[in-house]
């Protein structure tokens, strides 16, 4: 049997996003309930794989040491306050200028994750803050919830699991 994943974008969704980028782990603001909210798709037997784009990278004002520090301290948190981890995250460096085919709105990066980790993505959702986060999943047909202002990715998650456990 393949993976059920939820793909969950970065910026606005686990963390508070930032107009001038989050480049270092001092600007790495973690929403309320958003760890919780890990732990608790992990309990239900779900992937949890993170789909970010990163264009501060190939924009020169962050590295991509920065980023890596930035995933491993949200990895520490999860492993030792939460007992809990993430099964991938996949980022795109690019700007919209580069005509990548891994930054969202495309859907390169879904595709690298469902081969690499066995992901049915027919079966997946995708939630994100951004119209660019439903466009990629729904090339993929991957299921999609969009945050809206003030909705708490917990909240989403709950009742996506309640919804999806009546089935
Ligand atoms: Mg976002
Ligand atoms: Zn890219």
Do not use: W
Request: aromatic residues 8%.
């Amino acid at each position: 049997m393949k993976n059920i994943a939820f793909f969950l974008d970065r910026d606005g969704v686990i963390n508070t996003e930032r107009k001038d980028y989050v480049k270092d782990i001092n600007e790495f603001n973690i929403i309320e309930g958003a760890l919780e909210a890990i732990k608790l798709i992990k309990e239900n037997g779900y992937y949890v794989v993170i789909i970010t784009n990163q264009s501060a990278i190939n924009r020169g004002i962050m590295n991509v040491e920065k980023l890596h520090d930035i995933h491993k301290l949200l990895k520490d948190k999860l492993y030792f306050e939460f007992k809990t981890k993430i099964d991938g995250i996949y980022f795109c460096p690019h700007t919209p200028e580069e005509k990548c085919e891994c930054r969202k709105p495309k859907p390169g990066l879904f595709l690298e994750a469902a081969k690499e980790l066995d992901i049915a993505l027919e079966e997946s959702i995708m939630i994100g803050d951004s119209q660019k986060d439903i466009e990629a999943a729904q090339a993929v047909k991957c299921k999609s919830i969009l945050l809206k202002n003030n909705e708490k990715l917990i909240d989403i998650v709950k009742n996506y699991l309640y919804v999806i456990s009546q089935k």
